[in-house]
């Protein structure tokens, strides 16, 4: 299974002297130049130029039937359960850490999966729940929301 953030087929790609690091679909479709025909600099940018009309890959769910059926499994499994970078005893990361606090703070049991040790996961996640970002909170089997949509809430209080 290929991401939109692997589906670049060209060898300029897998040159590691290209320097080229990574390259991110901005959309459904992924897109990568036929035939090099060099760098364009220009406003502090530079740009892959190619002479010919880029073609499109398809990208492929990372929501596969399986993993749906398990995450369908895991949210329903616990009250509340929290999707974040990794654990509410050492978060690893400052938004992921603000929600931990506040269901700390409110006392809520809750549990935690830890993102960043599968990709897969990580990236069926944003299509299951429809919300690019992490940490994602679910309760009672629903997807709640994000840090932004946690910490305005927690105000209101």
Request: overall charge negative.
């Given at each position: 299974m290929m991401s939109c953030v692997a589906a670049f087929q060209s060898p300029l790609f897998n040159t590691?002297?290209?320097?080229?690091?990574s390259?991110?679909?901005p959309h459904a479709q992924a897109y990568y130049p036929?035939?090099?025909r060099g760098w364009a600099s220009g406003g502090g940018k530079t740009l892959l130029v190619s002479s010919t009309r880029?073609?499109?890959?398809r990208?492929?769910?990372a929501?596969?039937?399986?993993l749906k059926a398990n995450l369908d499994k895991v949210v329903t499994s616990q009250k509340v359960i929290l999707f974040m970078k990794g654990t509410k005893e050492f978060p690893q990361c400052g938004f992921s850490n603000t929600v931990v606090q506040i269901l700390k703070t409110l006392?809520?049991?809750?549990?935690?999966?830890?993102?960043?040790?599968?990709e897969f996961l990580r990236q069926g996640l944003k299509e299951y729940s429809n919300w690019p970002t992490f940490p994602q909170l679910y309760i009672d089997g629903e997807f709640y929301g994000g840090c932004d949509i946690t910490v305005g809430e927690f105000i209101m209080l």
């Open positions: 590691p002297s290209a320097g080229v690091r390259v991110v679909a036929t035939r090099l880029i073609r499109p890959i990208c492929l769910s929501l596969s039937p399986e006392n809520v049991p809750f549990e935690t999966i830890d993102i960043l040790e599968n």
